[in-house]
């Protein structure tokens, strides 16, 4: 009778059980995915490599036939910021600057930091980032580069931009050289099928319609080399004199 009474009690505790519990297998409707501890880190973003930051990944010749220094290459920029940290740190804030502007694409950025053909002769850097207070000063001219000159002759490439004191007066620069207060840079194009017939055509073209707006000074070297500032608008030839202007006697 005991026996029975066992019996009994187990059958009707079995009863109660769910029978998912006698199963060793979980039912996977009932499997829950475990929690998320934490949501991922948002990746940090990469920062640019030299070669994008400063324009260095620009592929193109550069014009040595239009008085291009040896020293001022694209290489020779990369060890100069390397070779010191404020170097690399003027040329980034400079770059910051224009990016501001809407202008650091204009030109390849690390072009606009060359100085003269004669900085070697002069015992000059290679080189060379203004004060930032300068920095203001190239902004028309780069509009008038960007809004002007490129859509008439494509592409150019700087040559030389800002010269300091010093090195202006030992490259027998003007003593009121536009290149001295940061407003003036040298240009070629970079397209080589551009004859200079078809670059002075152009460019005095560019300088007649908006030359007054952007207050440009414009003035033609030998070959496919020409100068371009925004400090008073002007034209001139060889003799600096604007009666000699090629846009008056070859446009």
Same mark, same amino acid.
């Given at each position: ?22 199963? %060793? ?90 100085? %003269? ?79 200079? %017939? ?31 500032? %925004? ?21």
């Amino acid at each position: 009778m005991l026996t029975f009474l066992r019996s009994a009690a187990l059958a009707a505790t079995l009863l109660l059980v769910p029978a998912a519990s006698l199963s %060793s297998t979980p039912n996977p409707a009932e499997v829950r995915a475990p929690a998320v501890a934490a949501a991922a880190a948002p990746r940090a973003a990469v920062k640019p490599a030299p070669e994008a930051e400063f324009g260095l990944d620009t592929e193109h010749d550069h014009e040595l036939s239009s008085g291009l220094a040896p020293g001022q290459t694209a290489e020779d920029f990369e060890a100069w910021i390397h070779r010191s940290p404020a170097n690399f740190k003027e040329v980034a804030a400079f770059r910051d600057f224009l990016a501001a502007q809407g202008l650091d694409s204009v030109v390849p950025l690390w072009q606009l930091t060359r100085t %003269s053909s004669s900085w070697r002769q002069c015992g000059a850097q290679p080189f060379e980032i203004p004060s930032a207070d300068k920095w203001e000063r190239i902004v028309k001219t780069l509009k008038f580069v960007r809004d002007d000159v490129i859509p008439r002759v494509g592409k150019v490439e700087p040559l030389s931009a800002y010269r300091n004191e010093g090195l202006n007066a030992c490259s027998n620069g003007a003593p009121q050289s536009a290149h001295r207060q940061f407003f003036a840079i040298d240009l070629t194009p970079v397209n080589k099928t551009v004859e200079r %017939s078809d670059m002075i055509r152009s460019v005095c073209a560019a300088h007649a319609r908006d030359g007054m707006t952007y207050n440009v000074g414009l003035g033609f070297y030998t070959g496919r080399r020409f100068h371009v500032d %925004s400090s008073g608008f002007r034209k001139w030839g060889a003799n600096g004199k604007g009666a000699t202007s090629p846009c008056l006697t070859q446009a």
